[in-house]
């Protein structure tokens, strides 16, 4: 695992955390809302319906005391006589009757507001105080087990990458692969080496690096032929006295100069660099001949 999986993992992870976190805020609003809503109950509220009733009946009896209180005065009895007690006791009367009409009507009005105003109060509960502070801790509690969470996914996921290893990196290597591990980094030719299977498919380059004149042509191309490789082009590379002959390889075809250098008796094979560059046509590898292979 590398350290893209890591990344992926923990962005992941810190997704799915983010989600559920936000999720819980949603539904934590939602029973919020919902027990607002029930606070502030209805517009009309059901239980004032007693209280209308009696509003009614109170209002009917005042409507009924009212004619009596508004009946038109009795026409004036005649100056020139004298009335007598029995009509003054009746006007008395019905004057008393008037006061006591008017004054059950303002009693009735006073009640039916008063029973409003009891009706209004019960219907509508007190409200309670609102509960921030424990949502706000509620918030922060949520919060910080999302960091948590995060920080125990990203801690696994270095553990997986730099302390847990591949099963392969604590088994121990083969002898043999060591020693060709080694070689490659040195430029020496390993003991073993896989064998190339059609040898002409390949082209090889001899250049002369030992300033002994025909070593390229006359010793060493006859012999990269009777190797069974294709011979390409055989020339002087860019500097002479080269005491130890090496191989030579473009890129990729780092077995093949292997295989020639073992069949030349060549122990080191390298990268083409300037002993050989621009001289080598369209070949694979080279052999640069020095002095061992010019004797």
């Known amino acids: ?19 559920v976190v936000l ?10 809302i919902k027990e607002l809503e029930e606070r502030i109950g209805p517009p009309v509220p059901p239980a004032a319906a007693p209280s209308l009733e009696r509003v009614r ?15 038109p005065p009795a026409e004036p009895a005649d100056p020139a006589r004298t009335p007598t007690a029995r009509e003054q006791e009746k006007a008395r009367s019905e004057a008393q009757a008037a006061s006591a009409g008017a004054g059950a009507a303002a009693s009735a009005g006073a009640a039916a507001g ?8 019960e219907a509508t509960p007190p409200r309670a105080p609102r509960d921030e502070p424990a949502e706000s801790s509620g918030r922060g509690f949520l919060m910080g087990i999302a960091v948590l969470l995060a920080i125990a996914i990203i ?30 980094d040195t430029g020496e030719v390993p003991e073993d080496i896989p064998p190339v299977a059609n040898k002409a498919a390949y082209t090889v380059a001899v250049l002369n690096a030992s300033n002994i004149t025909g070593a390229a042509a006359n010793k060493v191309a006859p012999r ?17 006295d080269l005491t130890a002959s090496e191989v030579q390889y473009v890129k990729g075809r780092k077995e093949v100069a292997w295989n020639l250098a073992k069949d030349l008796g060549i122990t080191r ?12 046509g369209t070949a694979d590898v080279v052999v640069v001949v020095g002095k061992d292979l010019a004797r």
């Open 224 to 240: 990269v032929q009777a190797d069974g490789y294709t011979l390409g082009v055989v020339d002087n590379a860019t500097k002479q």
């Open 23 to 32: 999720a819980v805020i949603i539904l934590r609003q939602g029973r919020s």
């Open 269 to 280: 094979a390298v990268e083409v660099n300037s002993l050989a560059q621009g001289r080598i």
């Open 1 to 19: 695992m590398d350290a893209v999986d890591i990344i992926i993992m923990a962005a992941a992870g810190v997704g799915l955390v983010a989600f």
């Open 155 to 184: 801690g696994v996921g270095g553990w997986w990458f730099f302390l847990r290893g591949d099963d392969s990196a604590s088994t121990p290597a083969a002898s043999g692969t060591q020693t060709t591990a080694t070689a490659a």
């Open 114 to 121: 008063a029973e409003r105003t009891a009706a209004s109060r």
């Open 57 to 71: 009946a109170l209002t009917a009896a005042s409507a009924v005391a009212a004619p009596a209180s508004a009946a």
